[in-house]
């Protein structure tokens, strides 16, 4: 029975929206720039003290951090190593965040003002004169990693430093390890890593102030402008995408049913689907195809092929969903190893099934919808 749910679960995400006969695979991968779990010893830290980081947020406090130099080589020679029957290599879609709060400037305000430093700087703090950014520029000219919009910061700031202000323990105990992303407690469930949840409308001009800032900061690091925006975690009010329209994005990532908060605990559900158009005349991407090899208990490559192959039964697109944490080993090599090595095994059996398959990134894959309606 549950394969038979997860197959109808297939099928309606397949049955609406863009179509073509042309066999695509887009790889997105989310959570580039932010911290997560800045080291080992701050994981065993915050579970000593009692705080959760359990659940569906293990996998992530485990193994998520910065991309190191090694990460970045790795999965480079990785994607490298496949082309398509167009000669192109896979590309990662890198949905990104440009800034991490600074946390010594928000200690020495008394916890009373919200300051941030780029991302680029959180990456000289954590590997000095190291930094993996030449890698970032050097994965961008070579077609293999195309960073996207993912906000300013994975983190919703005005509920985060509410709880700071308010000398919530745990948010303090988190704060002094430099990190936010424990499964922290809210009346409204909303959490920290939550960019643009609301607990009421009120935060909404800032939270447009933080997209206008974020977009302006992603063209001066990476020299062009995002197209495309993935709002962390999801939770995402529509008002926003006026805002985000006029900061230049065209394609605006959504979920088949998505919860628009509205405040005080109240959603409005959604439904999207891919190519879909909105007021502003930009297209929703959906993704339809997962994986998440650093989740135990399931065999991923069989899961994301069965994923592929409904997609292309229905002429639907391949938009893969596959995390930073897949990749990362800086805290722990053997999960970038497990990572890369079924990553290398799954590209593989695309190509050896699907031998005329594309692979392009989200920004192609929006301007292909586009042209067609």
Same mark, same amino acid.
């Given at each position: 029975?549950?394969?038979?749910?997860?197959?109808?679960?297939?099928?309606?995400?397949?049955?609406?929206?863009?179509?073509?006969?042309?066999?695509?695979?887009?790889?997105?991968?989310?959570?580039?720039?932010?911290?997560?779990?800045?080291?080992?010893?701050?994981?065993?830290?915050?579970?000593?003290?009692?705080?959760?980081?359990?659940?569906?947020?293990?996998?992530?406090?485990?193994?998520?951090?910065?991309?190191?130099?090694?990460?970045?080589?790795?999965?480079?020679?990785?994607?490298?190593?496949?082309?398509?029957?167009?000669?192109?290599?896979?590309?990662?879609?890198?949905?990104?965040?440009?800034?991490?709060?600074?946390?010594?400037?928000?200690?020495?305000?008394?916890?009373?003002?919200?300051?941030?430093?780029?991302?680029?700087?959180?990456?000289?703090?954590? @590997?000095? =004169?190291?930094?993996?950014?030449?890698?970032?520029? #050097? &994965?961008?000219? +070579? *077609?293999?990693?195309?960073? /996207?919009?993912?906000?300013?910061?994975?983190l919703n700031v005005a509920v985060?430093?509410?709880?700071?202000?308010?000398?919530?323990?745990?948010?303090?105990?988190?704060?002094?390890?430099?990190?936010?992303?424990?499964?922290?407690?809210?009346?409204?469930?909303?959490?920290?890593?939550?960019?643009?949840?609301?607990?009421?409308?009120?935060?909404?001009?800032?939270?447009?102030?933080?997209?206008?800032?974020?977009?302006?900061?992603?063209?001066?690091?990476?020299?062009?402008?995002?197209?495309?925006?993935?709002?962390?975690?999801?939770?995402?009010?529509?008002?926003?995408?006026?805002?985000?329209?006029?900061?230049?994005?065209?394609?605006? @990532?959504? =979920?088949?049913?998505?919860?628009?908060?509205?405040? #005080? &605990?109240?959603? +409005? *559900?959604?439904?999207?689907? /891919?190519?879909?158009?909105?007021?502003?005349?930009?297209?929703?991407?959906?993704?339809?195809?997962?994986?998440?090899?650093?989740?135990?208990?399931?065999?991923?490559?069989?899961?994301?092929?069965?994923?592929?192959?409904?997609?292309?039964?229905?002429?639907?697109?391949?938009?893969?969903?596959?995390?930073?944490?897949?990749?990362?080993?800086?805290?722990?090599?053997?999960?970038?190893?497990?990572?890369?090595?079924?990553?290398?095994?799954l590209l593989g059996k695309i190509?050896?099934?699907?031998?005329?398959?594309?692979?392009?990134?989200?920004?192609?894959?929006?301007?292909?919808?586009?042209?067609?309606?």
């Amino acid at each position: 029975m549950a394969s038979l749910n997860y197959l109808l679960t297939l099928t309606v995400r397949n049955i609406l929206g863009f179509s073509t006969k042309r066999r695509i695979i887009v790889i997105e991968s989310d959570d580039w720039g932010s911290i997560r779990m800045p080291s080992k010893q701050a994981f065993v830290s915050i579970n000593q003290k009692g705080l959760d980081s359990l659940g569906a947020s293990l996998r992530y406090n485990k193994y998520d951090t910065l991309a190191d130099k090694t990460d970045l080589s790795l999965l480079f020679e990785t994607v490298s190593s496949f082309r398509d029957v167009q000669g192109n290599h896979p590309v990662i879609t890198a949905l990104s965040v440009v800034a991490n709060p600074d946390f010594d400037k928000i200690r020495d305000s008394e916890f009373n003002e919200y300051h941030y430093e780029l991302f680029t700087t959180t990456l000289e703090r954590y @590997y000095g =004169s190291d930094t993996p950014f030449p890698l970032w520029t #050097e &994965g961008i000219h +070579n *077609k293999l990693f195309f960073p /996207q919009f993912h906000g300013r910061e994975h983190l919703n700031v005005a509920v985060w430093l509410n709880a700071l202000r308010q000398n919530d323990l745990e948010a303090r105990i988190a704060f002094d390890e430099g990190l936010w992303g424990f499964n922290n407690k809210h009346p409204f469930g909303i959490t920290y890593q939550a960019a643009f949840d609301l607990e009421s409308q009120n935060q909404l001009p800032l939270q447009a102030e933080i997209i206008k800032d974020g977009l302006r900061l992603f063209e001066k690091l990476f020299g062009y402008r995002a197209s495309y925006f993935v709002p962390p975690n999801g939770p995402f009010n529509n008002h926003l995408e006026a805002v985000a329209a006029s900061e230049g994005i065209r394609f605006m @990532y959504a =979920s088949k049913i998505q919860n628009e908060p509205q405040g #005080e &605990g109240k959603i +409005n *559900k959604r439904y999207r689907y /891919q190519g879909q158009q909105n007021s502003h005349g930009q297209y929703y991407l959906s993704r339809n195809c997962f994986f998440e090899q650093s989740e135990p208990g399931k065999d991923w490559v069989d899961s994301c092929l069965n994923d592929i192959r409904i997609a292309f039964r229905f002429h639907k697109p391949a938009v893969i969903s596959s995390h930073r944490v897949n990749y990362i080993g800086a805290l722990d090599s053997a999960n970038r190893t497990r990572g890369l090595q079924q990553l290398t095994v799954l590209l593989g059996k695309i190509l050896k099934t699907w031998p005329d398959v594309e692979f392009m990134s989200s920004v192609a894959l929006g301007e292909l919808m586009a042209e067609s309606q």
